[in-house]
């Protein structure tokens, strides 16, 4: 093999909320840790929420994401963490190694422990006209316009009612663009009643009960055609913008070809690197944290990763496993608070049966 | 226990050569079953490149039996419901250096002896054919009848086919065992219960051996990693499929053109590229004996790009966007294991195609079609007998 | 193509845009200005150009989906470099974009 390869003690991969406090816990102990991230900035997603988190000060309640990323890199720096960002970690190999596209070369790391924390990407829905240009994941037009401050277009139709439809639904507006409606083939709405309030408040319909037909347009997308469920009755938007909020998948294929046991739960996503509340997979030492180990909220993620971080730190030396076990269970008191709401149900009990499995 | 199934004929694997059998079966009026320890094409069939390179067969019954396959082909892609993107293209063998392009003629003599249209080129005939090939290629074989296909697309046209005809495939079943009682096979026990059937076709590719020893027979079929690169799409680049002289020598054992390189030898490297029809341009491979390991590693990957860059420098600007390994069924001498077994009747072997299996394809469905149906075959097939290892 | 019309110059909770440096990229040659710092694709969107390819075979339009480097639909020819992501590729000043315009058949 011609390419030298460099030995590094933690490797976290992804700089969003689960790898910043990976990273962070794991530093905090003493570990030479290294942060890699294919984008030019650290935060993740966490950088695009530019609404107020609520739950307890652990999770940077009243603080908007935004914030809260810049603190966690901030804390990770000082601790010394070595952040590589713009830099691509291509493959995770049976031997430890792991191929990293950083800017200027490609290289080989072998780490003594990697925490993937790599996050989710967003699902699409198969209807006549999904490649429509203007046709976007609610996550995009939420980066469009908090990051670049640039508008996806003018009208826009929202499908789905969970907190990503409804959140994004609301800044959109901020934003200053009209949104048509949030669409959503469930009786109910499906995200929490702060943010369907204000939604509702705005005076945006909601349509509950009702599936999209097909989106139309020559260039780029026109209308969006939805059908009532109940009574098949048609309605037609016009709309230069269809964003579908309808869930994500943990992007975890590293895992994956680490040849990590893979699970399929579909609460929480799809498939996902089998690992237990401690966040070990089922090879050593990769551990998992965040959406990548199942899609729940960004506090979650941050909670996993501190697991993972400590877990990590636990494995390499730098915490005994007395210590380790019980900052692992503080963590885990405040995970639990975090899931104890009706709308963790679904999640929690598939977490449980991970764990068990 | 759920309701008791059965079929007249039982296949084993879900890979081109079950779907090729299955399809020919059907044809014939059979009642087929597939069953697939885990998906269509999850095997070799579905990690591998498009290859249909007549000139890399050995010569005599090997190139003979591709020659029927090929004649087959088109028949069969006319009456698929999928288009397995069959590209009569030709292809190019390329030679390095003097000596293996001296090898590459000698052995077009036998070749076209052997009834296989084969040209040499010169630099100059090379350049008109392959206008951004590397100056260091001496010369090159042109075979005219090499193709290429889409093997995932190809296997499941036949699989689609043959369902529409009555053949039921059941994906996730995995083999337990299979009784066999006063010298017949009776029952196939599946993960998924027993099935009654009287005929067996064994299409496991690199699972044989372990379906052999089911009924006490050693299938000598083991896994032959292959690693590939794939990179991002783009116009048209490649109008062949393109290979180097020491594929050849790492593929069918040829002194005279393995590489020189001690690394080369030992991943059993040889420079393979196709461009598929979305644009992606496939890169190979290896031969390698890992068990069934099909992890890729960037000692292969590194290995396999730089050979690449060694025929065709251009490929240095395209980007890599993913790698694949696949396990070929290897048999001993390269040749595929087909025919019934010594005292277990209504067994058949339908394996070990060691890398040939979409080559060999349609001919290997049709006969083992004759031979369950039938109990003989239009051509001679016992040298490809298991019996010719002992 | 107007410089401001998709741009959100005002926010309520982000407060006004600061200005980064102004820069000019070209589409199929055509002139578009475009600030310092953002990628291409929403360099695209601000001047309401949303298609970003034709698809290979069927030639339909395809824009961006996922603007994290996912998707690949917002795949672009970049000064003579295909298939370059868009969402995730920065403007440079004078940078040439071309629309692939399908290249099968």
């Known amino acids: ?357 | ?390 | 193509m107007a410089f401001n019309n998709f741009r959100i110059l005002q926010h309520p909770v982000l407060g006004e845009k600061k200005n980064g440096k102004e820069v000019r990229i070209f589409l199929d040659g055509l002139p578009i200005h475009a600030v310092e710092g953002e990628p291409i694709a929403a360099a695209l969107y601000a001047a309401g150009v949303r298609i970003t390819r034709l698809s290979p075979h069927k030639k339909e339009p395809r824009g961006a989906f996922c603007m994290i480097g996912r998707c690949t639909e917002c795949c672009m020819i970049v000064d003579g470099e295909p298939n370059v992501r868009t969402c995730r590729t920065m403007v440079r000043d004078g940078m040439r974009v071309e629309t692939p315009r399908g290249w099968m058949e």
């Open chain 1, 1 to 357: 093999m011609s390419l030298p390869c460099e030995q590094l003690d933690l490797l976290v991969i992804g700089a969003g909320p689960a790898g910043l406090c990976a990273a962070y816990e794991a530093a905090a102990v003493g570990c030479r840790v290294t942060i890699v991230d294919e984008n030019d900035k650290a935060g993740g997603q966490l950088s695009k929420q530019i609404h107020r988190f609520f739950g307890s000060s652990h999770h940077g309640a009243g603080k908007r994401g935004i914030e809260i990323a810049e603190e966690l890199f901030g804390d990770c720096l000082k601790l010394g963490v070595d952040v590589r960002l713009s830099s691509s970690v291509l493959g995770l190999f049976s031997n430890g190694e792991v191929m990293i596209d950083a800017p200027t070369q490609l290289c080989l790391v072998n780490p003594g422990a990697v925490i993937v924390a790599t996050g989710a990407s967003e699902k699409s829905l198969a209807f006549p006209g999904w490649t429509l240009p203007g046709v976007m994941g609610a996550g995009a037009a939420q980066t469009l316009i908090n990051i670049h401050r640039i508008l996806p277009g003018s009208r826009v139709l929202m499908v789905g009612s969970g907190n990503v439809g409804l959140i994004v639904s609301y800044q959109l507006l901020q934003a200053g663009a009209e949104v048509v409606g949030v669409v959503d083939t469930a009786g109910s709405i499906s995200g929490y009643q702060v943010h369907a309030g204000r939604v509702r408040r705005e005076g945006i319909p909601v349509y509950l009960g009702h599936r999209l037909l097909s989106a139309r347009g020559s260039t780029g997308l026109e209308e969006v055609l939805v059908e009532a469920i109940e009574d098949g009755t048609v309605k037609r938007f016009e709309a230069d913008v269809l964003c579908l909020a309808v869930g994500m998948s943990p992007l975890c294929d590293l895992a994956a070809m680490r040849d990590c046991r893979m699970v399929y739960e579909d609460a929480l996503g799809g498939l996902v690197p089998w690992h237990g509340a401690d966040m070990r997979t089922s090879q050593s030492p990769v551990y998992i944290a965040g959406d990548a180990s199942g899609v729940e909220e960004a506090s979650v993620a941050m909670e996993e990763g501190r697991i993972a971080g400590i877990s990590a730190a636990e494995d390499l030396g730098s915490l005994n496993s007395g210590e380790a076990a019980e900052r692992r269970a503080a963590i885990a008191k405040r995970l639990d608070e975090l899931r104890a709401g009706p709308h963790s149900r679904g999640k929690l009990a598939a977490k449980e049966r991970l764990y068990a499995r």
């Open chain 2, 1 to 390: 226990m759920d309701d008791v199934l059965s079929s007249e004929v039982v296949i084993i694997g879900g890979g081109v050569i079950g779907a090729a059998a299955a399809y020919f079966l059907c044809k014939e009026g059979a009642e087929v079953m597939i069953v697939e320890a885990e998906d269509l094409t999850a095997g070799a069939s579905g990690a591998c490149d498009g290859f249909l390179s007549l000139q890399t067969k050995q010569i005599g019954s090997h190139l003979d039996l591709t020659l029927e396959s090929m004649a087959l082909l088109p028949g069969i892609i006319e009456d698929l419901d999928i288009d397995p993107e069959y590209n009569p293209c030709g292809g190019l063998m390329l030679a390095t250096n003097q000596d293996q392009l001296k090898e590459l003629k000698a052995r077009a003599k036998k070749v076209k002896a052997a009834g296989l249209e084969i040209e040499i080129l010169g630099t100059q005939e090379l350049k008109e054919m392959l206008p951004e090939v590397s100056k260091e290629i001496k010369g090159a074989a042109y075979c005219p009848s090499d193709a290429q296909i889409n093997p995932i697309a190809f296997t499941l046209g036949m699989a689609q086919k043959a369902q529409g005809m009555g053949a039921k495939i059941i994906k996730g079943c995995k083999v337990e065992n299979i009784v066999v009682t006063n010298n017949r096979v009776r029952e196939v026990h599946t993960t998924a219960g027993s099935i009654h059937s009287r005929r067996v076709i064994c299409a496991a590719g690199t699972g044989s051996n372990e379906i052999g020893k089911m009924i006490i027979v050693d299938i000598p079929v083991m896994p032959q990693k292959g690693q590939i690169l794939v990179t991002e799409a783009r116009e048209r680049m490649l109008d062949r499929i393109v290979s180097g002289a020491e594929y050849l020598g790492t593929k069918a054992n040829l002194d005279e053109l393995l590489p020189k390189d001690e690394d080369a030898i030992r991943l059993g490297l040889g420079f393979t590229a196709e461009q598929t029809v979305s644009g992606n341009i496939l890169i190979g491979s290896t031969r390698e004996f890992a068990g069934f390991d099909k992890e890729t590693t960037p000692e292969a990957m590194n290995a396999i790009a730089k050979n690449a860059i060694n025929y065709l420098p251009w490929i240095k600007n395209l980007d890599v966007i993913r790698s694949f390994a696949g396990l070929r069924p290897y048999s001993p001498d390269g040749l595929p294991i087909m025919g019934p077994v010594k005292g277990v009747k209504g067994f058949y072997m339908a394996t070990g195609h060691s890398g040939d299996g979409i080559c060999l394809a349609a001919i290997t469905g049709k006969l083992m079609s004759e031979l369950v149906l039938d109990g003989e075959t239009s051509i001679d097939i016992s040298p490809f007998s298991l019996y010719r290892f002992k």
